[in-house]
């Protein structure tokens, strides 16, 4: 079997030579296909693996560059508790390399521009979440806690990546000490939200189609598949809400945002989650969380760019703006970024 160069060129891809001794190993022979599903934002890549009319998908996290524990353990947290990821099968700890249950390439965000019902897609997406918020209160104990050093980290890469190496701006002291008061009023509003096991990613790209049905032997099948969970904490409840429905990659309505916070709300009471007092409290909870992931976006995109070549996510940037700027001009405490971002980083944009 030949092993192409992953980036197109000429020269051979070790890793991928590796992978596929290591398959034979486990297959007894080589005769399977391996070809490429996807790569991520880190040094993750992914393969699909077709022997015999069966598909696996073959992970390949080079060891010193990507840890694999935390995959295996939230992989076997999401099938304890009973949604639809991705079984270990086999994995190799000192190569980096792991095999899995295929749950298919049809993702959310394809179906969705191929113009699937987007309601019921988003109600099972959200009944996902409710079951895993219910269910893996022990799993969740477990984790990273979401806590207010990573929420500060993340939230930085926007003055410095988007902010400073994108846009070029050079922020003066005052404009700093007010991004950093909005940062504190972020970061308080998180901290009070009732803690459950958080995803990190859970939107439309993470998000598949199964038809019902799983893949290949093992998983039950039911939608969502859900992929990409390695980065799990303990965190704030509304987090993978808002990663849903202010997803950087597909828009919607307000008033089906609103809709759909309404029955995620609905559904986690009757489940046993904790969902604040009253509707209000819930929305600011989910304004200000998505406020934080959003500009924690804004300065991953830019960083993705800047520092790692990868443009594909600048047509996003536009979109995951547009969220900051819909939610900052609804609240009193945050007015200074409001300002800041219509008097300094729409204009700004308007010139890339």
Known sequence: MSSPSHDGSSAPDLRLQQLEQWLAGLFGARDFVVTTASADASFRRYFRVSRQGQTWIAMDAPPGKEDMGPYIRVSAMLV??????????HLDDAKGFLLNTDLGSRTYLADLDAGADAEQLYRDAIDALVAIQARAGQHAAQLPPYDDALLRREMGLFPEWFCGKHLGLQLTEAELAGIARTFDTLVAEVLQQPRVF?????????????????????????????????????????????????????????ERIHAWIKYFRDTAQRSGVDVG???????????????????????????????????????????????????????SDLEFLATFIEQRIVPAMAKL
Do not use: C, E
């Open 80 to 89: 304890d508790v009973g949604v639809n990821a991705p079984q270990v099968l």
């Open 198 to 254: 958080v995803h990190r990613d859970y939107h439309s790209r993470n998000l598949m189609v199964t038809d019902g049905v799983s893949h290949d032997q093992g998983g039950h099948g039911a939608n969502p598949g859900i992929l990409d969970f390695q980065d799990a904490v303990l965190g704030p409840v509304t987090y993978d809400l808002v990663s849903l429905l202010r997803d950087s990659y597909v828009a919607w309505p307000i």
């Open 277 to 331: 007092a009253n509707p209000a409290q819930f929305q600011r909870w989910f304004d200000l969380m998505g406020l934080q992931r959003q500009l924690k976006v804004l300065g991953i995109f830019a960083r993705l760019y800047h520092r790692d070549g990868k443009s594909g996510y600048l047509k996003d940037l536009p979109r995951t703006l547009s969220y900051v700027r819909q939610v900052v001009k609804n609240y």
